[in-house]
């Protein structure tokens, strides 16, 4: 069975760094994706970054490109995602997600992740 443990979140005040982390384990597929996810109150989940384990592409959304970076240690079957300059706009619960039998680039996708963390809750506030 596929499962997903984020951890690394918290407060920070604006302009700050987070680092999230998710282990994951259970896969049976070699070719797949892990996502970020978030979900702030009254908004729906949006994909933040993906990478995927064949073409180690990763994909972003606009709003964090140039501030966020997603990589992954296959040793620790870990990925991470580093978030530099948050902003208040960037609270939210983060969740991390797998998607298995992936062979392309990964897509930034709700439907396309068929396993999910518990979230984490990163608030960004002064």
């Known amino acids: 069975q596929l499962q997903l443990v984020e951890s690394g979140g918290g407060l920070v005040q604006p302009g700050g760094s987070l680092r999230l982390s998710c282990a994951a384990s259970?896969?049976?597929?070699?070719?797949?994706?892990i996502g970020w996810f978030r979900q702030a109150p009254g908004k729906e989940r949006e994909g933040i970054s993906c990478?995927?384990?064949?073409?180690?592409?990763?994909n972003y959304a606009d709003s964090v490109k140039g501030r966020f970076t997603i990589s992954g240690d296959n040793t620790k079957n870990t990925v991470y995602l580093q978030m530099n300059s948050l902003k208040p706009e960037d609270t939210a619960v983060y969740y991390c997600?797998?998607?298995?039998?992936?062979?392309?680039?990964?897509?930034?996708?709700?439907?396309?992740?068929?396993?999910w963390g518990q979230g984490t809750q990163v608030t960004v506030s002064s």
């Open positions: 259970g896969f049976t597929s070699g070719s797949y994706a």
């Open positions: 990478i995927s384990s064949r073409l180690r592409s990763t």
């Open positions: 997600a797998a998607a298995q039998n992936v062979f392309g680039r990964c897509l930034l996708s709700v439907a396309a992740f068929g396993s």
